[in-house]
């Protein structure tokens, strides 16, 4: 139970912050992205967090596959 609950607060926080990313990134004017692109500065800070946001996320798919994967497994097993 408590891991459980774990996994739920991991996974809506990350998903929160992903969210938001992309809301952001959806409000900013082709002005403020051209500056990011052009300073190597921001947009390395700007591609940094891009990848975190981007694993964090492709690590709980991984997590929570490897899990659905674990579960079918040993009701497998018991039921042969």
Known sequence: MKKDIEKTVDNCFISRYHDLFNNALQQLSPFTRDTIRKNKELDKIYD???????????????????EKEKEISEVNSKTI
């Open 48 to 66: 940094l967090f891009l990848d975190f946001i981007i694993d964090a996320s492709q690590h709980l798919d991984y997590m929570y596959a490897k």
